[in-house]
């Protein structure tokens, strides 16, 4: 009897720690399960509720985002001195996991003070500085969406883009009559609102580093001689289509 007494005594305790044991076993994801879940987190829901019906529209969320074309309108982010700097682009991305691929090819226009050192070039600078300049540029990278700023605002529509490109761009300089090309760098940083299922607005400001170069004009010219650093940032309005 005491035996039994004993062992009903000690069952519970040993049902307790079992439990426990159970509980604390970390719980193991697959890579598919991963995947799941950041894609739930990078989803906006697009739920529409209307006022006058009191029916939510659900459904509806970015997980089947594959495509995006975009326009975007561009000029220089100095409120005394926007139009010295004024282009357009478009671009084309598609998502792979959680990153998109993009590429862009875009034109602008601007006062070369707006975009370089005149000191760089033969010349007057004054006159170097107004001249206008036109630069063609094509660009490949990624891009990357999150929606942080969603907490900050209380929107649920509302994210951030970051985006890098390796670009070339090709430029002939107007005041010495020459031609410029060379492979550099582009970076984006955004906010966009999801405005439906298919469309998108987004603001981003982009800095463009292109290191250029001209062909040589005499033997033995050096590549220093030849060369010429522009650098911008500019502020853009995006309107995108998802399909």
């Known amino acids: 009897m005491k035996y039994l007494i004993l062992f009903l005594l000690i069952l519970p305790s040993t049902i307790s720690a079992q439990r426990a044991s159970i509980n604390e076993r970390p719980i193991e994801l697959t890579e598919k399960d991963v995947d799941a879940i950041e894609q739930e987190i990078n989803n906006i829901n697009l739920d529409e509720f209307n006022t006058s019906t009191g029916v939510v529209k659900n459904g509806r969320t970015t997980a089947n985002d594959q495509n995006l074309l975009g ?72 891009g990357y969406r999150s929606h942080y700023i969603q907490g900050l605002l209380d929107n649920k529509r509302l994210g951030e883009l970051i985006s890098a490109y390796l670009t070339y761009y090709s430029m002939s300089e107007a005041y010495t ?3 410029y090309s060379g492979v550099g760098i582009r970076t984006d940083f955004g906010i966009f609102h999801r405005s439906s299922e298919s469309t998108q607005l987004a603001m981003r400001l982009s800095y463009n580093l292109a290191p250029l170069t001209h062909a040589p004009e005499f033997e033995g010219q050096t590549h220093n001689e030849r060369s010429l650093t522009l650098s911008w940032v500019s502020l853009g309005v995006d309107l995108s289509f998802y399909f």
């Open 177 to 179: 009559q020459t031609s």
């Open 71 to 142: 326009l975007r309108g561009f000029m220089r982010p100095l409120l005394t001195d926007l139009t010295a700097q004024m282009g357009y682009e478009v671009s084309y991305a598609h998502l792979v996991r959680d990153m998109w691929i993009e590429a862009f090819a875009n034109i602008i226009n601007a006062k070369f003070r707006t975009i370089g050192d005149p000191s760089q070039l033969t010349g007057d600078r004054e006159e170097i500085n107004e001249t206008s300049e036109s630069i063609n540029s094509f660009g490949l990278g990624f």
